[in-house]
């Protein structure tokens, strides 16, 4: 059974599937607060749990990457779910990490930005309808990646990229194994640690980008390249925890490093750190569809 890192990055709603880029999602307690003049403090009456409400962002970006899988997202994914919410303001929602549950779209907005060059996104927000909204993900726990589980997704990537070509990518399991197996022999520095992940996340990111991923019959083979890079990323998150903090980004288009440092930083001289957290062959050509590790700025 696929676990909630397989799907991290796709929601729906009704019929449609789409990609987020973010999830948020709140609840809390209702209180009745009886206050005495002249007396401080107050006393609280429970009255209830709120109805659970959140918000999730859909990249309506025209990467290729995005469009092999989703189709054209700026304007056609769009204009459909826009369409869509108007007409069933209450319907399904299905989010990463949640059950399945009936929500009331509230609002949509979009910005353009300098930032998403080939579209816009499309921030939703929305209430749990009838108390509906579960926030245990599937099967009451939260998916725990080991150096074990990690080894054996990475198998299983590779019999599936096997099966659309015998030739023509990189293994991933192998390469995994050998760092996996340096992880484990010593307490390794914060430098020498971030090496073995970007040497564990190069094929993927390599296999990824191949055409021969594009077609619709490598659709099976490209979720095992989602899923593995997923748990790579979490199990980096706990040999390194301040990672945490770091974000991806999609390029939107060929774009030079020292454009994305300014789109994602707002400032072109930050390309070293960008360098420091992603393998960059061509600094003056990075391809659109690349998905860059964004550090926190100093």
């Keep these: 059974m696929a676990d909630d890192l397989s799907t991290l990055a796709e929601a729906t709603y009704g019929e449609i599937t789409f990609p987020v880029s973010a999830v948020s999602m709140e609840g809390g307690h209702d209180f009745a607060k009886h206050v005495a003049y002249l007396r401080r403090g107050a006393d609280i009456e429970p009255c209830g749990l709120k109805a659970y409400a959140g918000s999730f962002t859909i990249p309506c970006v025209n990467t290729p990457a995005l469009v092999a899988r989703y189709g054209e997202l700026f304007r056609s994914l769009r204009e459909g779910i826009v369409s869509l919410f108007e007409d069933v303001p209450i319907g399904t929602l299905t989010l990463p990490g ?14 353009l930005s300098p930032e998403v060059r080939n579209g816009t996104d499309l921030k939703v ?57 340096a992880l484990e022999l010593a307490a390794l520095p914060f430098t020498a640690v971030s090496e073995c992940f970007r040497l564990m996340l190069a094929p993927v990111a390599f296999n990824l980008t191949l055409p021969l991923f ?16 997923a748990s790579l990323y979490d199990l980096q998150s706990r040999y390194q925890p301040t990672l945490a903090r770091k974000r991806l980004y999609t390029v939107p288009e060929t774009m030079a490093l020292w454009e994305v440092a300014q789109s994602v930083y707002g400032d072109a001289s930050l390309t070293a750190l960008l360098r420091a957290a992603n393998s960059v062959p061509d600094p003056l050509f990075v391809l659109a569809g690349t998905v860059l590790v964004i550090l926190p700025a100093p």
């Design 98 to 111: 949640y059950r399945t549950f009936t929500a009331g779209v509230e609002a949509w907005a979009s910005d």
């Design 125 to 181: 927000t929305f209430t749990e309808h009838n108390a509906t909204a579960a926030l245990l993900a599937v099967g009451g726990s939260t998916p725990t990646n080991t150096p074990a589980t990690v080894a054996g997704r990475a198998a299983s990537t590779d019999a599936a990229l096997a099966l659309v070509s015998p030739s023509g990518w990189l293994p991933t399991a192998s390469v995994i194994g050998a760092q996996l197996a």
């Design 214 to 229: 594009a077609p619709a019959a490598a659709h099976a083979a490209v979720v095992e390249l989602l899923a593995l890079r």
